[in-house]
């Protein structure tokens, strides 16, 4: 099977998620804020994107472009779910998940496992470890990148891209309000140290209402372990503690419902292992280009 092109799969991926909430807006988003602005932006990207894959560029700012666009993009089309999902959303998920949550768990973990375990150092480190997810995955993907495995960070931005992108869209759909905005934030003695207010503080900035369920941050952090355990084992060791951090602090901190984190890890793992079975096997070669020029295969 030839080598996936996983610039042109991502950079398809992206533009088709453009056009796609392009038309959402344009036709359903009459009272969403700037709306002709917002179609106008998102189908000038979607143009642009697709002509960089016709024209596939070997170097220069266009090849970064195309290379590294998704990472650019999550955090601008993430907070932009809160605008789309208030007007178009059917919100009837923000009390079915709490629901479900409670019948399953008996009551609310994000509640509970504070109060039940308010330990300064725990919290200190799983808000550490929320607060590095914005660090990891770009960091990984830089790494890759200059380091030359090219077929990983490929693999990485094509997987990213599904999951990110396609809960996205599903937020803006079903969107659902995560424990942040319903519960009463945590408090002493938990709050008023470095990383717990650190993350609060991104939240209330950062944060978009509606992009609860399936947790994005869990997704996102599953799939860099997973390709990281295909591509660099060590790499995916040193990883472990950090995702596993993430995916307790999700709940924890009560940013979202333990429902959310269970549906953005099999989202994640469904992405990845869809991948490697329709792309023929558990990962890709590496391109003989690379190999012929001296860069490291993956291990």
């Given at each position: 099977m030839p080598?996936?092109?996983?610039?042109?799969?991502?950079?398809?991926?992206?533009?088709?998620?453009?056009?796609?909430?392009?038309?959402?807006?344009?036709?359903l988003g009459n009272a969403v804020p700037g709306r002709v602005w917002l179609v106008a932006v998102?189908?000038?990207l979607a143009g642009s994107l697709l002509i960089l894959n016709r024209t596939r560029p070997s170097a220069g700012i266009l090849r970064v472009i195309r290379d590294w666009h998704p990472l650019m993009l999550f955090p601008l089309l993430y907070k932009e779910v809160e605008l789309v999902a208030a007007v178009i959303g059917d919100w009837r998920l923000t009390a079915a998940i709490p629901a479900w949550e409670?019948?399953?768990f008996d009551g609310q973990p994000s509640q509970y496992l504070s109060e039940r375990l308010a330990l300064v150092p725990l919290s200190e480190y799983l808000h550490f470890c929320y607060a590095?997810?914005?660090?990891?995955?770009?960091s990984v993907a830089a790494y890759w990148y200059v380091s030359g495995r090219r077929v990983a960070f490929g693999e990485l931005?094509?997987?990213?891209?599904?999951?990110?992108?396609?809960s996205y869209l599903f937020f803006i759909v079903l969107p659902v309000d995560s424990p942040y905005y319903l519960s009463p934030h945590l408090g002493p003695p938990l709050s008023g140290h470095f990383f717990f207010d650190l993350v609060h503080q991104m939240s209330a900035r950062g944060g978009a209402r509606g992009g609860a369920f399936p947790s994005a941050h869990v997704s996102g952090a599953v799939v860099v372990t997973l390709v990281a355990w295909r591509h660099q084992r060590r790499l995916a060791?040193?990883?472990?503690?950090?995702?596993?951090?993430?995916?307790?602090?999700?709940?924890?901190?009560?940013?979202?419902?333990?429902?959310?984190?269970?549906a953005g890890a099999?989202?994640?793992?469904?992405?990845?292992?869809?991948?490697?079975y329709f792309s023929g096997g558990p990962g890709q070669k590496q391109p003989a280009h690379d190999?012929?020029?001296?860069?490291?295969?993956?291990n």
């Amino acid at each position: 099977m030839p080598p996936v092109d996983f610039a042109r799969w991502t950079t398809t991926l992206t533009a088709s998620y453009l056009a796609i909430t392009a038309a959402l807006i344009a036709i359903l988003g009459n009272a969403v804020p700037g709306r002709v602005w917002l179609v106008a932006v998102h189908l000038t990207l979607a143009g642009s994107l697709l002509i960089l894959n016709r024209t596939r560029p070997s170097a220069g700012i266009l090849r970064v472009i195309r290379d590294w666009h998704p990472l650019m993009l999550f955090p601008l089309l993430y907070k932009e779910v809160e605008l789309v999902a208030a007007v178009i959303g059917d919100w009837r998920l923000t009390a079915a998940i709490p629901a479900w949550e409670s019948a399953l768990f008996d009551g609310q973990p994000s509640q509970y496992l504070s109060e039940r375990l308010a330990l300064v150092p725990l919290s200190e480190y799983l808000h550490f470890c929320y607060a590095a997810y914005v660090i990891v995955i770009p960091s990984v993907a830089a790494y890759w990148y200059v380091s030359g495995r090219r077929v990983a960070f490929g693999e990485l931005l094509l997987m990213l891209s599904a999951v990110m992108l396609g809960s996205y869209l599903f937020f803006i759909v079903l969107p659902v309000d995560s424990p942040y905005y319903l519960s009463p934030h945590l408090g002493p003695p938990l709050s008023g140290h470095f990383f717990f207010d650190l993350v609060h503080q991104m939240s209330a900035r950062g944060g978009a209402r509606g992009g609860a369920f399936p947790s994005a941050h869990v997704s996102g952090a599953v799939v860099v372990t997973l390709v990281a355990w295909r591509h660099q084992r060590r790499l995916a060791y040193l990883l472990l503690p950090i995702i596993g951090g993430v995916m307790m602090a999700t709940v924890y901190g009560r940013f979202h419902y333990a429902l959310d984190t269970l549906a953005g890890a099999v989202l994640a793992v469904a992405v990845v292992m869809g991948y490697r079975y329709f792309s023929g096997g558990p990962g890709q070669k590496q391109p003989a280009h690379d190999a012929a020029i001296g860069l490291p295969a993956p291990n």
